[in-house]
Structures are given as structure tokens and as C-alpha cells.
């Protein structure tokens, strides 16, 4: 379901707050997300997987996201850009978005692929005035 805050920053086309997916495969991260975009008026799709975002997007009607933001380790050997990857397939290439890492010896590969589709790595912890430039840069 697509929850949707009090004060909107990013409206998209139609006049809506802009739509923000998270994945993040730990449950209280992911709801701490979800609290902190919907406090700065943003509508979230929450999920603690892509294939559980691609799900969720689908069951509100299949509107594309305006930001992804996704923890870089997921479960079962998926990375952060892996989900960014499958949901810019899915729903449009030019999705902008960012990765969440704790690991500081993201590099490597890790970095080439998000380097690849020009994701932004951020290293926790990451602060709210960070998700908030970011956010700006992306959305306009």
C-alpha cells in the first residue's frame, strides 16, 4: 500500500506527492525510512525486497517511481543495485536513485555497478540532511 505523509516537497506530473520506493531487508531500518520520507511528505512503498517492490508497485496500479532507495546487501546474495536495476526495467530507466551501504569496503564491483547506472552510494549512517540533498538533486 502506498502510504502517503502530511506536507508534500516533490509533486509529480499529477499533483501528487512524489513517489519514493524503499528496500531495505531489515524490517525496523525500513520502517524507520518509511516514517522519515512520509514526515517530509513523500508517498513510500516500502519493501524489504525488489521483487516484493515490483509486487507492491503493481498492486497500486503500476504508477513508476519518481526515487529508489535501497540498501547495497540484501537477502540471497541481491545488492542494492540489483533492485535498482530491476525496477528501472520495469518501470522506466530514468528512475534516479541511491544506495545504502554500512560496508565500507563497498568498492570494487559493488561500486562500478552503481557507478554504471550513476546510483549514488551513501555510507551510513546516513543523516537526514543527506537523504533530503539527494532528494532534491533527484526530484528537482
Known amino acids: 500500500m502506498i502510504s502517503e505523509g502530511r506536507n508534500s516537497q516533490a ?3 499529477a499533483g501528487l506527492p512524489a513517489l519514493v520506493v524503499v528496500i531495505e531487508d531489515e524490517a525496523i531500518v525500513l520502517a524507520g525510512y518509511q516514517m522519515l520520507f512520509e514526515s517530509w511528505g513523500y508517498r513510500v512503498i516500502a519493501a524489504q525486497s525488489a521483487d516484493e517492490a515490483v509486487a ?3 498492486e497500486e496500479g503500476g504508477e513508476a517511481p519518481d526515487f529508489i532507495l535501497s540498501d547495497f546487501r ?3 546474495g541481491r545488492t542494492g543495485t540489483d533492485a535498482i536495476t ?6 522506466g530507466d530514468a528512475i534516479p536513485g541511491a544506495v545504502v551501504t554500512g560496508d565500507t569496503t563497498v568498492t ?10 550513476g ?6 549512517p546516513v543523516n537526514g540532511r543527506q537523504l533530503q540533498d539527494i532528494l532534491s538533486r ?3
Do not use: C, V, Y
Not at 570494487?108 to 547506472?117: C, D, S, V, Y
Open 74 to 76: 540484501l537477502r540471497d
Open 11 to 13: 509533486r509529480d506530473l
Open 108 to 117: 570494487g564491483e559493488g561500486l562500478k555497478e552503481a557507478e554504471a547506472q
Open 138 to 140: 533527484s526530484l528537482g
Open 86 to 91: 530491476l525496477l528501472r526495467n520495469n518501470f
Open 56 to 58: 507492491l508497485i503493481e
Open 119 to 124: 546510483t549514488p552510494i551513501l555510507h551510513k
